[in-house]
């Protein structure tokens, strides 16, 4: 009989192979093993980290705030030589100038002038004498004239023939203005209408009249002067009192009267009736200040407070407020009588020592209630080192109180 063929393994087998397979999927627990380990050595290093930084790196901060008492009161205090404050006086001399323009107006004019031969042809012949201001007419129409009287001697008859004698004199236009200012020209006298000289007395020129003009021009007038004074007296003024400013330096006050200003000599380059277009004027001016330290002040401000209150209290210094009025300022003495309002913080001493000895060793409850409890205290703010410290250490070292007086 034929053997049987099983395309299936026999149980028994089939045990023996999962068997083999479950053996083989254990075999990693091996490495869990060494992870475990792993995780116990950092456990352990946490651990003593923990224990060494409660022991080494803690601190507790506490910032505290005292509890304050506002005070405020009034005082008179004279600054000088014999005050308790000295003063000191300093003095400015500034001279300023500037240039201005004329409002003023004048019609300016001039007479056109020159030189002319006057000849004098009279048959027979015979002296001739014209009087001062005789008129000359030139061929184009302007009238001139002589100012001074004029003396013409006799023509000669020389072959026959009547050779004219002639003088040379200044005449000047009748009228001012451009238009006399004419070219060489022929002159009749007028004067001489109707008689015989007409035609044989005359005069000529051989140059321009010239010099003659009508215009309106600028001139400086009183009042010109009287407001250029009065406009660089206050500019005078204002820059002496910024030069005497800038002199003293921030630690110093300068109470508002306590600057004395005179204006000294004045000048100008012109006088009323100038005809100029512009003119120049200047001013001097005297500053004197009478100023104190202010640092003086506040520490003086600071002893009366200080002399208010009782040992066992402070100042909060940067809450002193000084409010000062002056009473009296007599700046050639250098004396000032001030009236000065003083008010400040105060807040009773705070021995830190103390406080550290007696939150030592307690629990941060404990200690923030101990601290607040004090009644100089204000306020309490705690920040401390390892987070999870709950206990103030026992080493006052390791402990910061601060004072805040903001």
Do not use: H
Request: some cysteine; aromatic content about 10%.
């Amino acid at each position: 009989m034929a053997k049987k063929i099983f395309d299936i393994i026999p149980p028994k087998e089939e045990v023996s192979l999962r068997e083999n397979i479950k053996t083989k999927t254990k075999k990693p627990r091996k490495k869990s093993g060494k992870r475990r380990a792993v995780f116990v050595l950092i456990g352990l290093f946490v651990f003593l980290f923990v224990i060494f930084a409660n022991f080494v790196f803690i601190e507790f901060n506490f910032e505290i705030w005292p509890e304050t008492e506002a005070i405020s009161f009034e005082e008179k205090i004279i600054i000088g030589q014999e005050g308790v404050i000295s003063g000191e006086i300093i003095e400015e001399e500034k001279e300023i100038w500037q240039e201005f323009s004329s409002t003023g107006k004048v019609l300016k004019e001039k007479k056109a002038g020159g030189r002319i031969q006057v000849y004098n042809a009279c048959n027979p012949v015979e002296s001739l004498t014209l009087r001062a201001g005789t008129r000359f007419l030139s061929d184009s129409g302007k009238y001139f004239y002589s100012p001074e009287r004029i003396y013409i001697p006799a023509a000669k008859i020389e072959k026959g023939k009547v050779v004219p004698s002639f003088v040379e004199v200044e005449i000047a236009a009748m009228e001012p203005g451009e238009e006399s200012n004419i070219k060489p020209a022929t002159f009749s006298v007028p004067g001489l209408v109707g008689t015989s000289y007409y035609y044989t007395t005359y005069g000529k020129s051989f140059s321009d009249m010239s010099g003659g003009f009508k215009k309106e021009v600028e001139q400086v007038t009183q009042e010109d002067l009287d407001n250029a004074k009065k406009t660089l007296e206050q500019k005078a003024l204002k820059d002496g009192e910024i030069s005497l400013k800038d002199k003293i330096s921030s630690e110093f006050i300068l109470l508002d009267k306590a600057l004395f200003q005179e204006i000294g000599e004045d000048f100008s380059s012109v006088k009323a009736g100038a005809e100029l277009e512009t003119f120049n004027f200047s001013v001097k001016v005297f500053s004197k200040a009478l100023i104190f330290e202010e640092s003086a002040l506040k520490d003086l401000a600071k002893q009366f407070v200080l002399s208010r209150i009782s040992k066992s209290q402070e100042i909060i210094e940067e809450s002193l407020v000084l409010d000062y009025s002056p009473e009296e300022i007599d700046i050639p003495t250098g004396r000032i009588i001030l009236n000065l309002k003083i008010s400040s913080e105060i807040y009773q001493k705070i021995d830190i020592d103390v406080l550290k000895n007696m939150i030592k060793g307690k629990s941060l409850d404990e200690a923030e209630f101990i601290l607040k409890a004090k009644p100089e205290v204000g306020e309490v703010e705690t920040n401390f080192f390892p987070f999870w410290a709950k206990k103030v250490p026992q080493d006052v070292e390791k402990i910061k109180i601060k004072l805040n007086l903001d």
